[in-house]
């Protein structure tokens, strides 16, 4: 006699998966797991699968294997793992997984998703999940065997140690994950007082940055930096005295390729680039290029100025500093500011696979042409300590003014006529000078 074995049908196959998918996800474990791939597949498709334009999986090695591996690590062992600490490491990626949305939601919501905005949209309620799950993880590890006097003392204790924790490290790190993800989407309308030309030019490293031009009818040229919005008004004034002004998205923001870094890492490489553009111009005298920089602009040209003299002239406004090598380099920066921006500069080698740049101080005395430091007198707290310090070291012909009643950067607006005539007067006598 024969015995006939009933294999199940696809459709049954199916309805049986569906079953046990339901089954985990009613779960600790599977809620958890499934939370955290979400936020590992964003992080995959971020740094491997879908890179912005102009990278590859190769630059972001460090920022997406190590997270990865966490979370993957984090998902294989966590019915393994006690109650407590399961809470703890779910928090730290509820936090993760949120940052990883904020991407998205930037993006979206300026000029629609596309890439790996759909991941990182994916991510936000994978963090309410994980946010979820950790509260219950929180719930079985909570003692109820210790004294009733000592009992709501130490939750208390406990609470307040997290909220310190969260104070020093996950807003800094939210910091280096925003500024290293999220650059400027919109393009603003050009108002440069002059008619422009959209230009695009290649960095060292195979970006294409996208900017405007207006004509020098000087001979004279100077880069106005970083990007089209800010620098706009500074474009506009030298534009009115003759100068050709260009102006440009930095990488990683508006039209321009590369990862954004608002902190300005290799940021210089878009100034070297800008400088060879304008040397290319039939209008420009390769000798007269110079550039004024606001806050991080005004960094990137310290250490372009430092690595080239073709910047023959350059106005740095509002500089200060891009990591904690900074902090220890200018003096009056509190210990305070110094630990969260440690924590911040670890998050930033992190999420772009690259070393900390040099301390500003240090490159100044590198700089071989005049340079003009402007910074407010109501400022960040690091811009005066910084920028007295700068001036202190500069070997160049050098020249500093604090601006009354100026914010950070807002020389232009607290002190319009005198601003100009400063500025102005700077690159006529330094660009212009055999004219004159």
Known sequence: MSTTIAHPTSAERSRAFA??????????????RAALGAVALHTVDDAFLQPNPGTSAADHLAGGLIPTSALLATAWFYPRLRAGLRAALVFVFAF????????????????????????????????????????????????????????????????????????????????????????????????????????????????????????????????????RASSQKRAKMLANHGYGVLVFDRRGEGESDGDPNTFGWQGERDVHAAVKFLQSRPDVDPDRIGAIGLSVGGEMLIEAAAESTALKAIVSEGASGRSVRDDFANNGVPWGDKLGDAVATVGTALFTSNTPPADLKSLVPRIANPVFFVYGGRGQIAEKPANTGFYNVAKAPKEIWEVPGSGHIGGIDAQPREYEQRVVDFFDRWLLKETR
Do not use: M
């Not at 079953?19 to 958890?32: K, N, S």
């Open 96 to 227: 993760f997984a949120l940052l990883s949305s904020i991407e998205g939601l930037y993006y979206t919501s300026k000029v629609g998703p596309s890439g790996d905005d759909y991941t990182s949209l994916l991510s936000l309620p994978a963090g309410f999940v994980l946010i979820g799950v950790g509260v219950a993880a929180l719930w079985k590890s909570r003692r109820t065997d210790d004294p009733l006097w000592w009992r709501y003392p130490r939750r208390l204790l406990i609470t307040f140690g997290a909220l310190v924790v969260a104070a020093v490290v996950t807003i800094p790190l939210s910091v280096s994950y925003v500024v290293t993800h999220v650059g400027r989407a919109e393009v603003p309308t050009e108002n440069l007082g002059a008619p422009y030309e959209n230009v695009q030019f290649t960095t060292s490293d195979g970006l294409t940055l996208q900017g405007c031009y207006v004509k020098s009818r000087n001979g004279a040229a100077v880069i106005s930096f970083p990007g």
């Open 19 to 32: 079953a046990r998918v339901a089954g985990a996800l009613r779960t600790e474990t599977g809620l958890a």
